[in-house]
């Protein structure tokens, strides 16, 4: 039986990788420690989503372990030597970054460096997934001329006109604290492909989103904003008009394309993985998709200060993802993605 280890399995992507790998018949080993309920909350408690797992997935072991525990980790997958592994955990949030850096550095690059070693040591030859972020880009998509519509911001240059290619330049810009550190063990796990050869991919998202996200202000843009409206919340916007752009891509084609480069991996790849333009929403858009399905106007209030490094607009190009696994493609519309989470939040038990 073919086994996976996954970090980060009872977060958005981890359980829904999780639930996937499971279903094809793998035996899936956990890594969480519900750490997203210390950077957020009680609102980013995961445990749900643990219990969901342990008693839906009969394949399937939960390990409670810190990643920025080295000896720990080693010993994990020396154990298990895992037939392919999936970096889904760390702190995700850019703006939580700057008020716990040693905490957002020790995760998301010493945390992701603990995991690389540790295959190298005890399993080099399974395909290791790394979920990266657009952030990597630091702002400089901003400096992409763009152009003004009427409910959103758009490139407004040619070669843009799919979105941001692997080839944009990821220096010299703002990245925030979290873009740092994910740059670091983005450009970790390349070099662990590159230099040892193992078959290692970054996969950079842009908003990543589904019914199993613990949506929170600060993390889960689509998440979060529908949870506003099914609980009559009033929704923040920070600065750009509300017309800032994001491309939304279902957990379920994350974990259809992860799927893929397991199949046949490629060695310190690099894709850009997101819904794409098609997917792509404005905010103020958002909040008029939501109403169709939830009946309700979203109330919001307007700061007229955008978020430190935060991109206007961000759409992924999804052309080398379609040319190297020609079998996968997004599957599920915005349209689709947004019913989904209203029946999600509407019904979800957290306690
Ligand atoms: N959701 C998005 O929009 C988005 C966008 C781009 C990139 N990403 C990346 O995708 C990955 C998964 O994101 P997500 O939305 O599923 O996040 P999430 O917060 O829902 O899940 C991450 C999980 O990791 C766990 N975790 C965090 N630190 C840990 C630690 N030190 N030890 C063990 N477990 C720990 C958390 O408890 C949580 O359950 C992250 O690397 C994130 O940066 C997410």
């Not at 199949?263 to 909040?287: C, D, H, M, Q, T």
């Not at 040319?323 to 209203?342: E, M, N």
Request: with cysteine; charged share 25%; net charge neutral.
């Amino acid at each position: 039986m073919k086994s996976l280890l996954v970090t980060g399995s009872s977060g958005l992507i981890g359980s829904e990788v999780a639930a996937y790998f499971a279903q094809l018949g793998w035996r899936v080993h956990g890594i969480d420690n519900n750490q997203r309920a210390v950077f957020f909350g009680e609102q980013g408690d995961t445990r749900w989503n643990q219990r969901r797992l342990e008693s839906t997935l009969k394949t399937f072991t939960h390990h409670e372990i810190d990643i920025r525990d080295r000896a720990g980790i080693s010993r994990l997958v020396r154990e298990l030597k895992p037939s392919a592994i999936v970096h889904a955990a760390a702190q995700p949030s850019h703006d939580r970054a700057a008020a716990i850096p040693f905490d957002d550095f020790d995760t998301n690059a010493v945390g992701t460096l603990n995991l690389l070693e540790a295959v190298r040591q005890s399993c080099p030859e399974s395909p290791f997934a790394h979920m990266s972020t657009s952030k990597v880009y630091g702002d400089r998509p901003n400096r992409v001329p763009l152009r003004e519509l009427a409910t959103r911001w758009d490139y407004d240059d040619p070669a843009f006109a799919e979105g941001i290619a692997e080839d944009f330049p990821i220096d010299q810009s703002m990245h925030s604290l979290f873009g740092a550190s994910k740059l670091t063990g983005d450009v970790l796990v390349q070099e662990y492909g590159r230099y040892f050869d193992i078959p290692t991919c970054c996969l950079r998202g842009g908003c990543l989103t589904g019914p199993s996200h613990s949506g929170v202000e600060l993390h889960g843009f689509l998440s979060y904003l529908i949870k506003c409206n099914v609980e009559g919340r009033e929704y923040r916007v920070f600065g750009y008009k509300g017309k800032q752009v994001r491309d939304n891509i279902h957990s379920l084609d994350v974990a259809r394309f992860i799927h893929a480069f397991i199949e046949a991996p490629r060695v310190a790849e690099v894709y850009n993985l997101g819904g794409g333009k098609a997917n792509a929403i404005s905010i103020l858009e958002a909040f008029e998709l939501v109403k169709r399905y939830t009946g309700r106007a979203q109330t919001y209030t307007y700061v007229d200060k955008a978020r430190a490094g935060d991109h206007i607009c961000y759409y992924s190009n999804l052309r080398k993802m379609r040319d190297h696994y020609p079998g996968w493609d997004v599957t599920r519309s915005l349209d689709a993605i947004v019913k989904q989470i209203v029946e999600s939040w509407s019904t979800r038990v957290v306690s």
